[in-house]
Nanobody
Framework: QMQLTESGGGSVQAGGSLRVSCEVS????????VGWFRQSPGKAREGVAL????????VYADSVKGRFTISQDIGTNTVYLQMNDLKPEDTAMYYC????????????????????WGQGTQVTVSS
């Protein structure tokens, strides 16, 4: 059974940076599509970034392109999301998730009912 544990969230002022982490156990992340998603109160969960290490493939939502970077440490089986130039609209609970490689290859986000998910880490950006 795959388990995902996020950490590193917090509060930051607009323009600042944060890095959130996702430790994965039970499966090697190099062989799956790993994604970061976020959800604000009253809104649907939305995709932020995807990564498939075996193909060097990354995908970003338009809203975060040029500001966020997804990366993986295969040795520690950990996925990171570096967030720069944060904006108040980036405030959300951030979740990591895994699914089949085909999602990364097609650049497709997946429904919350699919895949494996962590419990989330809160990111709050103040203006």
């Amino acid at each position: 059974q795959m388990q995902l544990t996020e950490s590193g969230g917090g509060s930051v002022q607009a323009g600042g940076s944060l890095r959130v982490s996702c430790e994965v156990s039970g499966y090697r992340i190099s062989g799956v599509c790993v994604g970061w998603f976020r959800q604000s109160p009253g809104k649907a969960r939305e995709g932020v970034a995807l990564s498939l290490a075996s193909k060097g493939k990354t995908v970003y939502a338009d809203s975060v392109k040029g500001r966020f970077t997804i990366s993986q440490d295969i040795g520690t089986n950990t996925v990171y999301l570096q967030m720069n130039d944060l904006k108040p609209e980036d405030t959300a609970m951030y979740y990591c998730s895994t699914e089949a490689p085909s999602y990364c290859l097609s650049g497709s986000w997946w429904d919350p009912a699919l895949g494996f998910w962590g419990q989330g880490t809160q990111v709050t950006v103040s203006s």
